[in-house]
Nanobody, 124 residues
């Protein structure tokens, strides 16, 4: 049973930084892509960033490119999202997700496993 548990959300002022963590358990993730998605009130869930577990190759949405950095600790089975220069429009619930694939999909329907989400609020 795959379990994904996010942590690290909170309230931050615009221009500030946060680091989200996603602890994964239940299996090895060598054939998986892990991703971060977010969902703001009244909006669809949108892709933020993804990483291939074995190669650490990454992909970012244009809206966060240059500000967010995705990474993973192979030994700890944990994925991170370092978010810098945060903007009020980054406010959302952030979810981590896992997809048994070697291709980083930006479509949330491709991901089989999801965490419970962590709230990120950026004040102006």
């Amino acid at each position: 049973q795959v379990q994904l548990v996010e942590s690290g959300g909170g309230l931050v002022q615009a221009g500030g930084s946060l680091t989200l963590s996603c602890a994964a358990s239940g299996r090895t993730f060598n054939s998986y892509v892990m991703g971060w998605f977010r969902q703001a009130p009244g909006k669809e869930r949108e892709f933020v960033s993804g990483i291939r577990w074995t190669t650490s190759s990454t992909y970012y949405a244009d809206s966060v490119k240059g500000r967010f950095t995705i990474s993973r600790d192979y030994a700890k089975n944990t994925m991170y999202l370092r978010m810098n220069s945060l903007k009020p429009e980054d406010t959302a619930i952030y979810y981590c997700a896992a997809d048994r694939s070697i291709v980083i999909s930006t479509n949330h329907l491709s991901y089989n496993y999801w965490g419970q989400g962590t709230q990120v609020t950026v004040s102006s």
